[in-house]
């Protein structure tokens, strides 16, 4: 929840913010109601995807970026919806 708290503030201040969380989570950025919210479908603590996987970590980046210009609303959800194998990529 602290990184919704985060994202709040900077809101608050007039930074955009977007937010990353693994489906176990999505609940949270729905009740927080945060501005906008990518949601991945990896284990916790990877929201981004796995160590030396930097293909599936740039997918996340460019749908987070992608996000502030396809928002159109506040409390926008997407959920990225391939999911994350693990040892698709050796670190």
Known sequence: MSV???ARGFEEA???TVSVFVRAFRHVA???????TV?????????LGGPGDPQ?????IEAALGLFDS???????VEIGDTWRPG???P
């Open 4 to 6: 919704g708290h985060v």
């Open 14 to 16: 007039g930074i955009p």
């Open 30 to 36: 729905e009740v927080m109601k945060l501005p906008r």
């Open 39 to 47: 949601i991945t479908q990896h284990p916790m603590g990877r929201p």
């Open 56 to 60: 599936r970590q740039r997918t996340v």
């Open 71 to 77: 928002a159109t609303a506040g409390g926008t959800v």
């Open 88 to 90: 698709a990529v050796n």
